[in-house]
């Protein structure tokens, strides 16, 4: 199998909108690849390019121009998605299935059967903590849960390749960690992982490296951290430190002029998501603790 | 990865054949089923005023019509709103972005339809069957008592032989199940057709509508064809005298139900000769609807 996961080569897309309409051209001349085992960020705005290009990737449209690839496979072969587990934006499955018989349906898709898929939708069931809710109709679920059965759905043939539409996209707080935590487990299991998400954030946390779509086009790319790094600035944090330790730095940075400029000085801030786990998952441990006593 | 790839896989077929089948239940489908079996049996108490033959005649077009309703109501609106809705739900690109040939798909969807339609028809036929032989009994056994009260004894062995031979024409003969045979085929023709105009509609009232439009057209299609061979008239006539021959399937070929309601046999190769023609119309029409669903951009 092929190094790289990913190749997007030229890759151009137009839509004939029609008679009467102008051609549209969602995607101009993108190119980027996706190394085997790590996890690349797609990111832009709304109409940038990105669930087009994710389309063509999926054999789901046809590039005007250009080549897709899949493990080295070109990726309009129906044969290159057996590698690829796809979880689309606001996933929908057919509501009168249950969770189970959703992941073993796709898993039949994929050509699994028998006592080999059960255990593995059983298994990918709790591995998404739907369990408990494996047998109840999906058209009964919440917009985290039919994310997290999507997951399942997505990992059930053992692909090599994840592709995520916005995952958390409509998730509460938690379930967008639980699914930042299973994006970070395929990392671990050496799963190749493609997501867009407009949670910047979330991204940064998880993403080796990230490309930024606008108007069609790739407009930056590269690891992350060579990205948001600010080069001629530096951070450091310290812990209990006394204001008297505090003045001498500043005293210090205003005694050496032209060594450097002190810009900020303060306490950092928890993120609010952060903040918000901290006092959900306390109030569910205080709940536990009231119910067992 | 878990398993190799089969470009043509039954049990890839099968699954999605089975979850089309499910889907359709979930559309309240036995509901219509029930409503329909319920007036079958209601239909054989009906018409007490009628001679023998016309009793079971009438019960005979009152379930073929019955049974026609629910094959072709179905083979349209059914079928018109599962490719559509899969669009629409974005059930299509999670299917689609497994390794699943778009023909699978297509067979996936037809078979379901059809499994659907056939399993309705079949328990159908089965209630008719049953209703038909004991109201036949009754019939005949009515018959042979007036032709007794008539005769004042007991008739001769020719009167009854004439009266059980009248009876039994108009009662449970093999010729119905050809009936039903005929109505199933026609519905996957249906089928076919209206999975072929989903595969270019953008919506279901757009199929389901020009479905109708074949279905009616469909039994006056030798008219385009003598319009067609006869010439002479417009280009632009001749040319839709043309396309319409070509592209709508001549129903009237199915048109058997008529006869075997009115006790009239049909032969083994007629409806050998049906079952070929309907074979071949759901085929083509499937190679056409694949050939237009492949290059579908999603």
New interface residues.
Partial sequence: MSDTAVVIENLTKVFNRGVGHKLFTAVKDVSFSVKAGEVYGLIGPNGSGKSTTM?VL?????PTHGKTSIFGMDSQL??S????G?L?E?????K??TGMETVL??G??????GK?LHD?AKELLKLTGMEGAADRRLGGYSKGMLQRI?LA?ALV????LL?LDEPTAGVDPAGSRRIRDLILDCKARGITVLVTSHLLEQLQEVCDRIGIMSQGQMVSEGPIEDLISVENQTEFVLENATPELLQQIRDLVASKPGSGTLLSMGHPHTTLERMFLKVTEEDERLEATRTKT | ???????F?P??IW??TM?TV??LL?MRILVFLLVISVVVVGASFAFPTFNAAQQLKMLKDVCFGLEQLFAYVIAMVATALLLPKDVE???L?????????RLDYLLGKLFGVLIVIGGGLVLLDIMLSGVLWIKQGYVLEDTLAGLHMQLGGTPPPEAIAAATADVEKQGLTWALHVGVLAIFLKASVLVSLTLLISCIATSTLFSVITSFCFFIMGHGETLFREYFFKGGTAWWQYLAAAVLAIFCPDLSLFDVVDAVTEGRAVLLTDALHMTGIGLLYTGGYMVVAYLLFV?K??
């Fill in positions: 389309k999926l054999g789901l449209l046809a129906v044969e998605r057996r590698a690829v796809f689309p606001n996933p929908y499955f057919y009168h299935l349906f796709f039949k898709l994929c050509g699994m059967s080999k593995q999507g759905q043939h053992e692909p090599q592709v | 990865m878990s398993s190799s790839y089969k470009s896989s049990s890839r699954a999605l979850s499910t889907q979930r739900d974005r059930t690109y999670t299917i689609l972005a497994k390794p699943v040939p290059e951009e999603l």
